[in-house]
């Protein structure tokens, strides 16, 4: 029987950092490797070694870094860029080489103008020559997503005799639909002699903004290994992110597919990310937006005060935010504000809650955002009128 486990493959420091104002020097890549690892990622791509003196040095620094992950680094189906990939991760403890070659009809024409039969003996040639120097190749079949299933199953089933141990699989314009791309690796499980002795793994685009489901959409579909970075950050619009596809997995236990990471860390993660990275998060981004546990309507500030389920799905607690925020806007109601008073040691009665909402609404409509100084202020003129007990 299948495993139910998911593996974390991590490229934050890879297809992440390869986007620009993203570069991070190797003492900044050590720092999150370090991080990703205590986080339970079970793979972290460290870089591209053949790309830059700096590149390979900081791969070559996070193998003898890193204790439980294993360290992968990418490569073309070039031997040039394999050999300097194994050197680069020869102190690791678990070694990975990642190499590949584009499949769909486009990057056959286009960037190869080569032949369907002269890609799958580069992509087989990659792969015996990567395992004279280590035991786990991974093998990616650049643009996947719009390759026609029939040639990447042939494609799959040769890099397999050849001795790839994981299949990657990525959409890598973020084309597909959930459905599609689930379907091929569901083709892929179904026709490729061997694909049962190999991990098959996601790697999705964000292009359309579907690159979280379409890795779900694999996962449920018989792939093991997830490829992805911390805040969704990659080239254009970025890769799968991390965070979103650990808590869906976590949140819906009867897909009963389960990762190691330790949940707790996800927002510190992302924030360590971001600082370094120096690339910002939107708000309303899910499990680590500043919003993805802010409620400031008075209908949801209501129901939320009363039950938190009412309005959150996950427990902020969960991905280390310490609480749910009841952020004061106009559109907040009586509990909202009685809420926060009492947060910052107010407690009202019936008669001083309606008083000071009068007032609160006034600050409400001049500025986006009542905060605990303004809350003080109109705590001031409410005692004027009648004394407020203090929580
Ligand atoms: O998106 C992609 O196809 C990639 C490969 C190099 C793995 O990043
Ligand atoms: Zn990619």
Redesign the pocket.
């Known amino acids: 029987m299948q495993s139910d486990k998911i593996q974390i493959f991590d490229?934050t420091l890879r297809?992440g950092e390869q986007v620009p104002g993203c570069k991070l020097d190797t003492q900044q890549k050590l720092i999150i490797a370090e991080r990703l690892d205590f986080l339970g990622v079970d793979v972290i791509e460290a870089g591209f070694p053949v790309s830059s003196p700096g590149d390979f040095t900081s791969v070559q620094e996070i193998a003898k870094l890193v204790k439980n992950a294993a360290v992968c680094g990418l490569t073309r189906a070039v031997k040039k860029d394999i050999e300097v990939a194994a050197d680069a991760l020869k102190f690791a403890n678990k070694p990975r080489i990642h190499t590949g070659i584009g499949t769909s009809d486009s990057h056959i024409q286009y960037k190869f103008n080569a032949s369907k039969e002269e890609v799958i003996r580069r992509a087989k040639e990659a792969v015996s020559y990567a395992k004279n120097f280590v035991d786990d190749v991974e093998f990616y079949a650049e643009d996947a997503g719009r390759t026609d299933n029939a040639f990447l199953a042939k494609v799959c089933e040769e890099v397999i005799k050849s001795g790839a141990t994981v299949l990657n699989i990525?959409d890598?314009t973020g084309y597909c639909l959930p459905e599609e791309y689930g379907t091929k690796i569901k083709y892929l499980k179904d026709n490729v002699k061997g694909i049962e002795n190999v991990i098959i793994s996601c790697?999705c685009?964000n292009d359309l903004g579907l690159a979280t489901a379409n890795s779900i959409a694999g996962a449920v579909n018989g792939a093991r290994q997830i490829e992805c970075t911390v805040n969704g950050i990659?080239?254009r619009a970025g890769?799968t992110a991390l965070e979103e596809v650990v808590m869906i997995l976590k949140q819906h236990p009867y897909l009963n597919l389960q990762t190691d990471i330790n949940t707790k860390l996800l927002y510190d993660t992302s924030i360590m990310v971001r600082e370094r990275m120096g690339m910002p998060v939107q708000p309303n981004k899910a499990i680590v937006g500043a919003n993805a546990f802010a409620h400031s309507s008075g209908i949801h500030q209501d129901g939320v005060i009363k039950n938190r389920e009412t309005y959150e799905i996950i427990n902020p607690a969960d991905v280390g935010v310490t609480e749910s925020a009841i952020v004061l806007t106009a559109r907040s109601g009586r509990a909202a504000l009685a809420y926060r008073a009492k947060k910052i040691g107010y407690e009202l009665t019936k008669i001083q809650l309606d008083t000071a909402y009068k007032t609160f609404l006034q600050f409400a409509d001049r500025q986006k955002e009542v905060i605990d100084e303004d809350i003080h202020q109109i705590m001031k003129q409410v005692n004027k009128i009648s004394k407020i007990a203090i929580a």
């Open positions: 490229t297809d990525p890598t790697h685009h990659g080239e890769n």
